[in-house]
């Protein structure tokens, strides 16, 4: 074989390599492109009434029965339903979306039970308006579901969370003028409500109770929400909760009550309320730190029988007063530090049979006492009132002194002397 052939036979080889090459590439990216997930299924609603073809309950029944992925794509502008839906129980998940924003559903006919009973996992809701239900608008039983840029009004409860839901994404929503926006029963894990508005709702805009703890340590946090004009902004009891970074405004009772322990308030911004601001009762551990309150009736923070609680960095103004600390466990004391408290109406402080720990707080320009000490009556015996002091600048003209610094709980000066002993 000459040398020219020998050239040619090499050439051609490699050719044919590198085409089997190319054709093996092009199969592989093929086979792992994405597209497509078998089973999935893509169901309009283009009627507005309540049973029959191109119904959102027809459509319900598809996604059901569905292989794979469900997509409700919600193309009237108005449902009006007569009877309750089927419940959502896709295991592959059922994604309900408005392809206008606002589409309404009007559940005004419904007697009883939820709008939307969501029991399969990996479900998601966006865009979509649910209105004048007389039970719940959104009962969430299963893991993995999103409510996105939807509106749930004139309800009794929004959305109810129940104990096995986790893994909960609640963001940019509108819930008003229900009776409660959002409730949970129990901690939740991975859960999130996030930059939510809730609007005159009746009792409270997130209700987040349990009878008792439990143990779990799942939180949920519920950050840069805005609650305006609710009967509160935040309840919660024995449920570990984080609020943090949320504006509450106008609230009719506590803006934020805490009732048993596991509550972080953090950074909060409370304004305007007819009674207080924040108020714990028997919230061991509580958390209540940085927040801005300003132009309550009463109170700005109550603290009551909350062993171990912390009180730290918060700054009040124009209030009727600034804070009450009752009834505390002078062996797991509440510990008070760098708050700062500007005019109250009338008292800075009051001590009223507790014995907490406050350092570094400063109280200005009070119209009544900096700091007032009471002992409490208490089944026929009067609870003694003696905090520890430290540092602290109880003085109208906001100087601090050498004696506020070195002031410990066997010195009082005759601003916090019990009202017993200043007659």
Same mark, same amino acid.
């Given at each position: 074989?000459?040398?020219?052939?020998?050239?040619?036979?090499?050439?051609?080889?490699?050719? +044919?390599?590198?085409?089997?090459?190319?054709?093996?590439?092009?199969?592989?990216?093929?086979?792992?492109?994405?597209?497509?997930?078998?089973?999935?299924?893509?169901?309009?609603?283009?009627?507005?009434?309540?049973?029959?073809?191109?119904?959102?309950?027809?459509?319900?029944?598809?996604?059901?029965?569905?292989?794979?992925?469900?997509?409700?794509?919600?193309?009237?502008?108005?449902?009006?339903?007569?009877?309750?839906?089927?419940?959502?129980?896709?295991?592959?998940?059922?994604?309900?979306?408005?392809?206008?924003?606002?589409?309404?559903?009007?559940?005004?006919?419904?007697?009883?039970?939820?709008?939307?009973?969501?029991?399969?996992?990996?479900?998601?809701?966006?865009?979509?308006?649910?209105?004048?239900?007389?039970?719940?608008?959104?009962? +969430?039983?299963?893991?993995?579901?999103?409510?996105?840029?939807?509106?749930?009004?004139?309800?009794?409860?929004?959305?109810?969370?129940?104990?096995?839901?986790?893994?909960?994404?609640?963001?940019?929503?509108?819930?008003?003028?229900?009776?409660?926006?959002?409730?949970?029963?129990?901690?939740?894990?991975?859960?999130?409500?996030?930059?939510?508005?809730?609007?005159?709702?009746?009792?409270? =805009?997130?209700?987040?109770?349990?009878?008792?703890?439990?143990?779990?340590?799942?939180?949920?946090?519920?950050?840069?929400?805005?609650?305006?004009?609710?009967?509160?902004?935040?309840?919660?009891?024995?449920?570990?909760?984080?609020?943090?970074?949320?504006?509450?405004?106008?609230?009719?009772?506590?803006?934020?009550?805490?009732? =048993?322990?596991?509550?972080?308030?953090?950074?909060?911004?409370?304004?305007?309320?007819?009674?207080? =601001?924040?108020?714990?009762?028997?919230?061991?551990?509580?958390?209540?730190?940085?927040?801005?309150?300003?132009?309550?009736?009463?109170?700005?923070?109550?603290?009551?029988?909350?062993?171990?609680?912390?009180?730290?960095?918060?700054?009040?103004?124009?209030?009727?007063?600034?804070?009450?600390?009752? +009834? =505390?466990?002078?062996?797991?004391?509440?510990?008070?530090?760098?708050?700062?408290?500007?005019?109250?109406?009338?008292?800075?402080?009051?001590?009223?049979?507790?014995?907490?720990?406050?350092?570094?707080?400063?109280?200005?320009?009070?119209?009544?006492?900096?700091?007032?000490?009471?002992?409490?009556?208490?089944?026929?015996?009067?609870?003694?009132?003696?905090?520890? +002091?430290?540092?602290?600048?109880?003085?109208?003209?906001?100087?601090?002194?050498?004696?506020?610094?070195?002031?410990?709980?066997?010195?009082?000066?005759?601003?916090?002397?019990?009202?017993?002993?200043?007659?």
């Amino acid at each position: 074989m000459s040398t020219k052939q020998r050239i040619a036979v090499a050439l051609g080889v490699f050719v +044919l390599l590198g085409a089997l090459a190319f054709l093996g590439w092009s199969y592989e990216t093929k086979r792992a492109a994405p597209g497509p997930a078998a089973g999935a299924v893509t169901v309009d609603v283009t009627s507005p009434g309540d049973s029959g073809p191109g119904t959102l309950r027809e459509a319900l029944f598809i996604a059901a029965a569905a292989k794979g992925q469900a997509n409700v794509v919600i193309r009237t502008k108005t449902i009006t339903l007569q009877a309750g839906l089927p419940p959502l129980v896709n295991a592959h998940g059922v994604r309900i979306v408005a392809a206008q924003p606002g589409a309404e559903i009007d559940a005004r006919a419904l007697t009883a039970g939820p709008v939307l009973d969501v029991v399969g996992d990996n479900t998601s809701i966006e865009g979509v308006a649910l209105r004048n239900c007389s039970g719940t608008a959104i009962l +969430l039983r299963a893991a993995h579901f999103h409510l996105q840029s939807s509106a749930v009004e004139s309800c009794d409860v929004g959305v109810d969370v129940m104990d096995n839901a986790s893994d909960v994404l609640l963001e940019h929503n509108r819930f008003a003028s229900d009776r409660i926006g959002v409730r949970f029963g129990a901690p939740s894990r991975n859960t999130v409500v996030v930059g939510n508005s809730f609007l005159q709702d009746k009792d409270a =805009g997130l209700w987040a109770v349990r009878g008792s703890a439990d143990g779990r340590a799942d939180t949920i946090t519920v950050r840069d929400n805005h609650f305006s004009a609710n009967g509160s902004g935040v309840v919660t009891g024995n449920v570990s909760l984080l609020v943090e970074r949320n504006e509450v405004a106008s609230s009719r009772d506590a803006a934020i009550h805490l009732i =048993g322990g596991g509550a972080v308030i953090r950074g909060n911004q409370i304004r305007g309320g007819a009674t207080m =601001g924040i108020v714990a009762e028997y919230a061991g551990e509580a958390v209540i730190d940085g927040n801005e309150l300003e132009q309550f009736a009463t109170y700005a923070i109550m603290v009551r029988g909350s062993p171990n609680a912390l009180v730290r960095g918060n700054r009040i103004h124009s209030c009727g007063y600034g804070m009450a600390l009752v +009834l =505390g466990d002078p062996r797991k004391p509440i510990t008070v530090v760098g708050n700062t408290i500007i005019e109250p109406k009338f008292d800075g402080i009051d001590v009223m049979g507790d014995s907490p720990i406050l350092r570094h707080n400063q109280v200005l320009r009070p119209h009544n006492l900096a700091l007032h000490v009471l002992d409490y009556p208490l089944g026929g015996e009067n609870v003694t009132a003696r905090p520890f +002091l430290e540092g602290n600048n109880f003085r109208a003209n906001a100087l601090q002194t050498a004696e506020d610094l070195q002031m410990g709980d066997r010195q009082m000066s005759a601003a916090v002397q019990p009202a017993t002993q200043r007659q």
